[in-house]
C-alpha cells in the first residue's frame, strides 16, 4: 500500500449535492491527519485538521478511522466554489512538519 | 498582512544553469520548508529548516541546496546538478511542531 492514497477523480457533482472521499494510509503509527485545499495552479491552504472524534466545520465534515486507517471528507450543500483539489495530508510519524506525507489530490468539480 | 512571499513567480532557465528561488516569511515562524510539486503528484519536501543557521535535508534534495541565515528567509538554489528541475516550487512555513502549514504561491521554474 501506498504511504498516502487518494482517488484522483474528478469528480463531478452538481450544486447542492453532497461530496464525500476517503484517503487511506498505510503508516499505523501516524498521529495527524489534515485535509488542503488546492485550487488550480495555486497554493495548498489548510482545509481543517482531522481530529479522532471527528469534527466539523460549518458545511465540512471530517472522520478519522484508525482501525480501517482512512479519513473521510464529506461537503454537504456544496457550492461552485468549493471545486478544488483536496490533499490529504498524513504525519508518517510522532510529530514535525517535516514528517508530512501528501496524497496526490482528489479533484472535484461542481457543476451548476 | 503577515504572509510568506516568494519570487519570482515565474523563472525560465537554460540547462546547466543555477537558479535561486526566494522564500521571505513576516509570520515569525520559526519552522520553514521547501516542496516540490509535479503534475498529478503529492508534494514532496526538499529541505527543511527549524531554526536559523540549521537545516536538514528532505525526501528529495539531491542538486537542491539552501541556507537559512535569517528567521526570515529560506532560499532554494536549484543546481545544474538537478536532473529534472521543471516543476512547481512551494515554500511553506510554521509555528512548529505538526501544525498548520502556510504556503507561498509557488514558483514556477522552466527548464528549456
Known amino acids: 500500500r501506498k504511504e498516502v492514497e487518494q482517488d484522483p477523480g474528478p469528480f463531478n457533482v452538481p450544486e447542492g449535492a453532497t461530496v464525500a472521499f476517503n484517503c487511506t494510509y498505510s503508516n499505523s503509527a501516524s498521529q495527524s491527519f489534515f485535509w488542503y485545499r488546492q485550487d488550480c495552479r495555486k497554493e495548498p491552504k489548510l482545509l481543517m485538521s482531522?481530529?479522532?472524534s471527528g469534527n466539523e466545520d460549518g458545511r465540512f465534515t471530517a472522520q478519522l478511522n484508525r482501525a480501517s486507517q482512512y479519513i473521510s471528507l464529506l461537503i454537504r450543500d456544496s457550492k461552485l466554489s468549493d471545486s478544488a483539489t483536496y490533499l490529504c495530508v498524513v504525519s508518517r510519524f510522532g510529530g514535525g512538519a517535516d514528517g508530512l506525507t501528501f496524497g496526490k489530490g482528489t479533484h472535484l468539480i461542481i457543476q451548476p | 498582512d503577515g504572509g510568506i512571499t516568494q519570487s519570482p513567480k515565474y523563472l525560465f532557465r537554460k540547462e546547466g544553469q543555477n537558479v535561486t528561488l526566494s522564500c521571505e516569511q513576516n509570520l515569525n515562524h520559526d519552522a520553514m520548508y521547501w516542496y516540490r510539486q509535479d503534475p498529478g503528484q503529492g508534494l514532496r519536501l526538499i529541505y527543511y529548516?527549524?531554526?536559523?543557521?540549521?537545516?536538514q535535508k528532505g525526501d528529495i534534495a539531491e542538486g537542491y541546496s539552501v541556507s537559512r541565515e535569517k528567521k526570515e528567509s529560506f532560499p532554494l538554489t536549484v543546481t545544474s546538478a538537478q536532473k529534472n528541475p521543471t516543476a512547481f516550487y512551494l515554500c511553506a512555513s510554521s509555528i512548529g511542531g505538526v501544525g498548520e502549514l502556510f504556503f507561498g504561491e509557488g514558483s514556477r521554474l522552466t527548464v528549456l
Open positions: 529548516s527549524q531554526i536559523v543557521n540549521d537545516f
Open positions: 482531522v481530529y479522532s
